[in-house]
């Protein structure tokens, strides 16, 4: 009879020999079937084999291999909320409880074991530990999510940190307004600071040389048109709603629906992204005509510097601005040095920085010339796009604030009625105009935003 080459498996217990073993009598009686079927002359195998006795049972689930003592316990997650890591480290659960119990392979007969291995009948017996285990705690709920407040606790204790509560709104109150007084405090700060420079006698003889003004080309234009005045308020109703869905783009995480051009149905965008796109298109269409008018009727000599002066003029006006102690305003005829170099950085600078960089980060953009990406990588475009939005919101927050600050009828006539004076036309004007700019920032929702993209492609959920 040619001796069969047995197939051995993975150790029943860590550290242990492959199973079945080598040796033995669990060897004879396992290849004995299979010598049995190889071979016509032996005997035929019985039919079905004896299922083990209670004894073989017991003794199987009372051996632990000696191989297991020393190694390290692994140890999981908690039981129970704010509780230790299970197991307990003074218990030792050995693995091979469950493989014992589970397989028993043995002779009714005689009561030899699966665990044929002779050394294993020497080793001690272990109690189980599951006598001692408390009982499973487990909260009526499914799987705890990151929003369960039990599951946020467990999960800051396992980084060993504690977890920090949400303010109460009181306490944001509170912190609120904390922050605007210190803000108030800055301000008489620099305010009493730059009224004890401006005192001074060389600063005092400064502002005389450099009042903050200065003139301009004898073939400026006097006077604020009208075309102007309604190019200032479509600027501003566009750049309110887009820094308004840019911010959403920015934070938006799932978006609600999204916008499919008809030529190109695997190319899909955010409906807000869209919306945003959109509007650039808008502001882009309506700045090229300024920009267009403003060098054929002369305007732009008021907002374009033509002289070296401009800058120490600049510093003049703001430490009269700072000072409380108002540069003279004459905005239907000139603006001060201060205000011609910020219209010009908004319109000149500010401007195409916000054009050209979110070109690069939109669609338009060809995605497959690796030569041009190469040259303007898209990571710049980001790192340009938000700064210059955050610049166009700090601009209108000071604009605005000059205006109603320095003369508010006046300052409004002059760029919504295109008069000098002091009627209420242009108060009036500028309130309907915020209205308008309300209620497009009320429209703007997913269900009206929609049925206005479906126009121009097709609207999916996902």
Do not use: C
């Amino acid at each position: 009879m040619n001796a069969t080459v047995r197939r051995r498996g993975l150790p029943r217990v860590p550290g242990g020999e492959p199973w079945p073993p080598g040796t033995g009598a669990a060897t004879a009686a396992t290849t004995a079937p299979v010598d049995a079927v190889g071979s016509s002359d032996a005997p035929a195998a019985p039919a079905a084999a004896p299922m083990p006795s209670a004894t073989s049972t017991r003794t199987t689930d009372a051996v632990l291999p000696a191989a297991t003592e020393g190694l390290p316990l692994r140890r999981g997650l908690p039981r129970t909320p704010g509780g230790d890591p299970w197991p307990p480290a003074a218990a030792r659960r050995p693995v091979e409880d469950a493989v014992a119990s589970s397989v028993h392979v043995g002779d009714e007969t005689t009561g030899a074991t699966a665990l044929a291995d002779p050394a294993a009948s020497e080793v001690p017996a272990v109690a189980t530990a599951a006598a001692d285990r408390p009982p499973l705690r487990m909260p009526r709920t499914v799987v705890p999510t990151a929003s369960s407040e039990q599951w946020s606790d467990l999960r800051a204790e396992r980084l060993g940190r504690e977890r920090t509560p949400a303010p109460a709104p009181s306490r944001r109150v509170a912190q609120a307004l904390a922050g605007g007084a210190a803000l108030a405090v800055a301000a008489v700060m620099v305010v009493l600071f730059t009224r004890w420079i401006v005192s001074t006698p060389a600063v005092a003889a400064f502002l005389i040389a450099y009042p903050g003004d200065y003139p301009l080309p004898e073939t400026a234009p006097v006077g604020l048109p009208a075309w102007l005045g309604w190019q200032h308020f479509l600027n501003a109703f566009f750049l309110v709603l887009i820094v308004r869905s840019g911010l959403q783009v920015r934070h938006e995480k799932r978006p609600s629906a999204f916008w499919s051009p008809r030529r190109n149905a695997k190319r899909k965008i955010s409906l807000t992204l869209w919306f945003h796109q959109a509007l650039d298109v808008l502001w882009i269409a309506n700045g090229i005509p300024f920009v267009v008018l403003l060098f054929a009727t002369g305007q732009w000599m008021r907002i374009v510097p033509t002289s070296w002066e401009v800058f120490p003029n600049a510093v003049s006006a703001v430490l009269q601005y700072a000072s409380l102690q108002w540069p003279t305003e004459n905005g239907w005829v000139a603006y001060n040095a201060l205000q011609q170099m910020a219209y010009f950085t908004i319109v000149f600078v500010a401007a195409p920085l916000a054009i050209v960089s979110g070109v690069r980060m939109s669609g338009v953009w060809p995605r497959d010339a690796e030569r041009l990406n190469r040259a303007y990588p898209i990571a710049w475009a980001r790192a340009v796009h938000y700064p210059v939005m955050l610049f166009f919101v700090a601009f209108t927050v000071v604009h605005v604030g000059l205006v109603l600050a320095t003369g508010a009828r006046r300052n409004l006539n002059h760029m919504y009625a295109a008069q000098d004076g002091d009627g209420w036309l242009g108060v009036i004007v500028f309130a309907a105009s915020l209205a308008v700019i309300a209620a497009a920032w009320i429209a703007a929702r997913p269900s009206v935003l929609a049925s206005v993209a479906r126009v121009f492609g097709s609207v999916a959920s996902r």
